[in-house]
């Protein structure tokens, strides 16, 4: 009963924060892919929607493709998924290219065997059995996990905020900084909290840094 269990929940957990993107096969828009050869040494942005030729998902895949020079300028590939066949996916790209002229130019996943959704926790019973939810995976160019965000089916994502967290971490990442609240290009970050008597005598004394206390401290980058 116990391995049973345990069997369940290795199934039903899915990728969190931190940990090396699961590999997988798929057909694609772009042809067929293995994740792990996916993007060499570049970030990821992989994201699922619920269906093809529906509306809310219409404007999000036009956001990602109306966007994608801001992607490519951040190093990043973009990655869509949904539980679709190829040819409706082929027939969707064509069908709002030719009612908007926004052409989606990157890859998107065929994932009718439902096998990546239910490898990236796509796939959530409580909101739908059938259709994968509106999932965001960030992942860095060593396939790590970075950043996820997931949405119900009826509330569309904010392309201004996916493009924001993508570069707050590639930013953090380059400066060995942190972002607070509401961070933006050109803003100040945080620097790291002293861990010494010594570093916390520098920090007192260095009149570069915009000091709320000796713990919240910012700086220009």
């Not at 590999?23 to 067929?32: L, P, Y």
């Not at 994608?68 to 290219?97: C, P, Y």
């Amino acid at each position: 009963m116990e391995n049973s269990y345990q069997e369940i929940e290795k199934v039903n957990q899915m990728p969190r924060i931190g940990d090396i993107a699961p590999d997988f096969e798929a057909v694609t828009t772009k042809g067929k892919i293995k994740f792990s050869e996916f993007a060499t040494d570049k970030w990821t942005v992989m994201f699922s929607h619920p269906a093809d030729f529906t509306p809310v998902c219409t404007t999000e895949m036009s956001g990602f493709a109306q966007r994608k020079d801001e992607f490519d300028a951040m190093n990043t590939e973009l990655l869509g998924l949904s539980i679709d066949s190829i040819h409706a996916h082929l027939g969707w790209v064509q069908n709002v290219r030719q009612n908007t002229g926004v052409y989606f130019d990157f890859p998107i996943i065929a994932d009718l065997d439902m096998k990546v959704s239910k490898l990236y926790g796509m796939l959530q019973p409580n909101e739908s059995e059938t259709a994968a939810v509106r999932a965001v995976f960030f992942i860095d160019p060593s396939k790590k996990i970075r950043l996820i965000m997931y949405y119900p089916l009826n509330v569309g994502r904010n392309m201004d905020e996916i493009l924001r967290a993508l570069e707050a971490l590639q930013t953090s990442d380059k400066h060995k900084v942190a972002m607070p609240l509401d961070w933006k290009r050109g803003e100040k970050v945080i620097v790291s909290p002293p861990k010494t008597l010594d570093e916390l005598n520098a920090r007192i004394e260095d009149e570069s840094l915009e000091k709320v206390d000796w713990y919240l401290a910012k700086k220009e980058i």
